[in-house]
């Protein structure tokens, strides 16, 4: 199985600032990886595929990059709506999601 | 407009079963692959199932394989999760999701609402 390692597990924030989460894939996953942000009580909204591909009516200053076993997500100026739980997701081999990282004030 | 409604979460003891169905609409539902994912209350997103375009190709995660089946009917645009002998550690939000790609297990854009299941004496 491939194991998906985020971190940090919570981030604590201000609006504006710029915020980096990181995933880690325990063996190598190519670029396949996605980034959700969850709201509680909703289902994952998908922001990212294909580890850099930004979903349609996702705001820009969301950017994914990386390849093999290192990603990172970030969010150029944080906004009071991106305050949320964000996860990776590896469908390299069957799927996998990261523990989630908590962003929060 | 794409739409995807669960259904059949219940409370349910352990060792028992249940069927969950996901209603898929405004799309072209035999020409994607669907996933189902649960999340544990409090807790991360596991991925349980893949079903292919005409069902040649189906994935479970370790945890379900032998107790859960994945089935589709494309004639009602239905997606199933068959779960049997069903454990407290079942007990999650179920989401039937599907992929930006024709054939994908991940870059889930389009999720329902989700059902969920309790598993419990």
């Not at chain 2, 190709?57 to 945890?63: A, E, K, L, V």
Request: charge should be negative; aromatic fraction near 12%.
């Amino acid at each position: 199985d491939i194991q998906m390692t985020q971190s940090p597990s919570t981030l604590s924030a201000s609006v504006g600032d710029r915020v980096t989460i990181t995933c880690r894939a325990s063996q190598s996953i190519s670029s396949w990886l996605a980034w959700y942000q969850q709201k509680p009580g909703k289902a994952p909204k998908l922001l990212i595929n294909k580890a850099s591909t930004l979903e349609s009516g996702v705001p820009s200053r969301f950017s994914g990059s990386g390849s093999g076993t290192e990603f990172t997500l970030t969010i150029s100026s944080l906004q009071p709506d991106d305050f949320a739980t964000y996860y990776c997701q590896q469908y390299h081999l069957y799927s996998t999601f990261g523990q989630g990282t908590q962003v929060e004030i | 407009e794409v739409q995807l409604v669960e259904s059949g979460g219940d409370l349910v003891q352990p060792g028992g079963s249940l069927r969950l169905s996901c209603a898929a609409s405004g799309f072209t539902f035999s020409a994607y692959s669907m996933n189902w994912v649960r999340q544990a209350p409090g807790k991360e997103l596991e991925w349980v199932s893949y079903i292919s375009t005409s069902s040649t190709t189906i994935y479970y995660t370790d945890p379900v394989r032998g107790r859960f089946t994945i089935s589709r009917d494309d004639a009602t645009n239905s997606l199933y999760l068959q779960m049997n002998s069903l454990r407290a550690e079942d007990t999650a939000m179920y989401y039937c999701a599907r992929g930006v790609d024709l054939a994908t297990i991940g870059g889930l854009v389009y999720w329902g609402q989700g059902t969920l299941v309790t598993v419990s004496s």
